[in-house]
């Protein structure tokens, strides 16, 4: 069991501001983590709502990994709330089953989705989901690995999960607009 100092405490819950360069290394590790390049999370970025034309985004984001730029407050925070969230989606699915098919692809269930992981050229893998209702959601990019694609699966789950929902509460309120 690790002991905190009170030292320590103070950094959790009021951490002291980092650097330029500790901010700019923390964030390439966490992108490291999150396993999403540049465009990737430029796409995601864009798919939760941030209107700047797409080369910005990207542009951005490039030059806060090479330093060029300081990480923003925002992106630290949008980073940061990924991060938790695939965590979370880690443990709570870290016995997930996967079955290979004859194919050579992968399949699995999860929530109310089925996955299917389909090997492409070059090693890389394609990530198909089809909802039980037979919605299936935009595929990501094909991935450079079959655990890339199975932790890229997990987040398409959970981002497809947040569309429904946000789905049914646009459904009510036309519903309620028209009593």
């Given at each position: 069991?690790?002991?905190?100092?009170?030292?320590?405490?103070?950094?959790?819950?009021?951490?002291?501001?980092?650097?330029?360069?500790?901010?700019?290394?923390?964030?390439?590790?966490?992108?490291?983590?999150?396993?999403?390049?540049?465009?990737?999370?430029?796409?995601?970025?864009?798919?939760?709502?941030?209107?700047?034309?797409?080369?910005?985004?990207?542009?951005?984001?490039?030059?806060?990994?090479s330093g060029e730029t300081r990480v923003s407050g925002e992106m630290k925070a949008l980073v940061t709330m990924m991060l938790r969230?695939?965590?979370?989606?880690?443990?709570?699915?870290?016995?997930?089953?996967?079955?290979?098919?004859?194919?050579?692809?992968?399949?699995?269930?999860?929530?109310?989705?089925?996955?299917?992981?389909?090997?492409?050229?070059?090693?890389?893998?394609?990530?198909?989901?089809?909802?039980?209702?037979?919605?299936?959601?935009?595929?990501?990019?094909?991935?450079?690995?079959?655990?890339?694609?199975?932790?890229?699966?997990?987040?398409?789950?959970?981002?497809?999960?947040?569309?429904?929902?946000?789905?049914?509460?646009?459904?009510?309120?036309?519903?309620h607009g028209d009593a």
């Open positions: 069991m690790s002991v905190v100092t009170e030292e320590g405490q103070h950094e959790i819950f009021e951490p002291r501001n980092k650097t330029p360069e500790e901010m700019t290394a923390e964030f390439q590790t966490q992108l490291r983590e999150l396993g999403d390049s540049p465009v990737e999370l430029a796409d995601r970025m864009q798919k939760l709502g941030d209107d700047r034309p797409y080369n910005t985004i990207l542009r951005g984001i490039q030059r806060m990994l969230q695939q965590r979370k989606l880690k443990k709570r699915h870290a016995n997930l089953t996967w079955n290979q098919l004859p194919d050579g692809a992968y399949s699995t269930q999860m929530d109310d989705f089925g996955i299917t992981l389909a090997p492409q050229s070059r090693n890389r893998w394609l990530v198909n989901l089809r909802h039980k209702d037979g919605l299936s959601p935009p595929w990501p990019r094909w991935q450079d690995s079959l655990e890339a694609a199975k932790h890229k699966a997990l987040i398409c789950v959970e981002d497809a999960t947040d569309y429904l929902i946000e789905l049914e509460i646009e459904r009510a309120a036309e519903k």
